[in-house]
């Protein structure tokens, strides 16, 4: 079954740093770009952050760049997230997705993992 | 960014119901448009694809129309497992965007 399971949320403080990240099974992880995007309590969908198949080509979202760094180890077929400098709002359950048809960054995303939940709070 | 805008934001509905939820860009995205729908507690799940394409697996009373700024999603015959959250997504350039959701309630 073609799969992603994320990890690595948490409870942290203001200010503080977490890595997230996402373990790909059942496709050949290093054809597809994969997208970081997080629901915040009670709230809508927010793409946070992507990266290309080969990990040559990251793009992030205004709310989050230079404070977090996307990055992936196709040999590992896993996905990272390094989340620095963290703010309340940045409380959100974190998914990470595939995209549908390879890699584009902006693509459909076919397949979600089950989500990992970050908490920024003193 | 390109704007999404979902209408409505919520619809009250019954089984059997034929349903449209509507969403509208800020600018022309061709037909970069998906649909996906979320129930509580779960990961989103993929419907449509390029504003018109049935997602492997998912059921035909699904379909969705439009293109440029304009897009439809409609449910045929409203089932008890279809009342959830729907998201529409541009995949026209990055950032990609969201609308707001609509909730499909009782």
């Known amino acids: 079954e073609v799969q992603l399971v994320e990890s690595g949320g948490g409870l942290v403080q203001p200010g503080g740093s977490l890595r997230l990240s996402c373990a790909a099974s059942?496709?050949?992880?290093?054809?597809?770009?994969i997208s970081w995007v997080r629901q915040a309590p009670g709230k809508g969908l927010e793409w946070v952050s992507a990266?290309?198949?080969?990990?040559?080509?990251?793009s992030y979202a205004d709310s989050v760049k230079g404070r977090f760094t996307i990055s992936r180890d196709n040999s590992k077929n896993t996905l990272y997230l390094q989340m620095n400098s963290l703010r309340a709002e940045d409380t959100a359950i974190f998914y990470c997705?595939?995209?549908?048809?390879?890699?584009?960054?902006?693509?459909?995303?076919?397949?979600w993992g089950q989500g990992t939940k970050v908490t920024v709070s003193s | 960014d390109f704007q999404m805008t979902q209408s409505p934001s919520s619809l009250s509905a019954s089984v059997g119901d034929r349903v449209t939820i509507t969403c509208r860009a800020s600018?022309?995205?061709?037909?970069?448009l998906n649909w996906y729908q979320q129930t509580p507690g779960k990961a989103p799940k993929l419907l449509i694809y390029?504003?018109?394409s049935l997602q492997a697996g998912v059921p035909s009373r699904f379909s969705g129309s439009g293109s440029g700024t304009h897009f439809a999603l409609s449910i045929s015959s409203l089932q008890p497992e279809d009342f959830a959250t729907y998201y529409c997504?541009?995949?026209?350039?990055?950032?990609?965007?969201f609308g707001q959701g609509t909730k499909v309630e009782v």
């Open positions: 997705a595939k995209a549908n048809s390879g890699d584009y960054l902006a693509d459909a995303f076919d397949i």
């Open positions: 059942s496709f050949t992880f290093s054809d597809y770009a």
């Open positions: 990266i290309s198949a080969s990990g040559a080509h990251p």
């Open positions: 600018q022309s995205i061709s037909n970069y």
């Open positions: 390029a504003a018109s």
């Open positions: 997504q541009q995949s026209y350039s990055v950032p990609p965007t």
